[in-house]
């Protein structure tokens, strides 16, 4: 998908996250955690807006916050799973893992 839409998904990421999240150390964590996934796009979210346009021609605002809560969720399994593993040794989530 485009930069733009990248670069929304990234906003209504870090609006969840400023809405929803309320201890302060876990947000910047959270924060970084977000940034290092933009760095490797949205291939996720990016479906989830893809078929929506299929059936809809259009993007509209709620689909991006569907697609960026999807990412969030992929998030937290590739965190989960790194953790577990010990593996992915260049991720945020494994060199600061007291609140991953």
């Known amino acids: 998908m485009s930069l733009d839409i990248n670069n929304r998904l ?3 990421m870090l ?3 400023e809405t ?3 201890n302060e150390k876990m947000k910047k964590q959270l924060y ?3 940034k290092f996934k933009q760095n490797e796009g949205y291939l ?3 479906l989830v807006i893809l078929h929506y ?3 809809k021609n259009k993007i509209e ?3 991006i916050k569907v697609a960026a809560a999807i990412e969030l969720l992929i998030l937290s399994f590739d965190i989960l799973d790194d953790v577990e593993d010990q593996d992915n040794l260049s991720s945020p989530w494994i ?3 007291s609140l991953s």
Do not use: P
Request: charged letters at 20%; proline letters at 0%; aromatic letters at 20%.
């Open 20 to 22: 929803y999240v309320t």
């Open 53 to 55: 346009l299929i059936y």
């Open 32 to 34: 970084e955690f977000i």
């Open 10 to 12: 990234y906003a209504a």
């Open 15 to 17: 609006e969840i996250l």
């Open 95 to 97: 060199r600061q893992q």
């Open 61 to 63: 605002d709620q689909i």
């Open 44 to 46: 996720f979210g990016d």
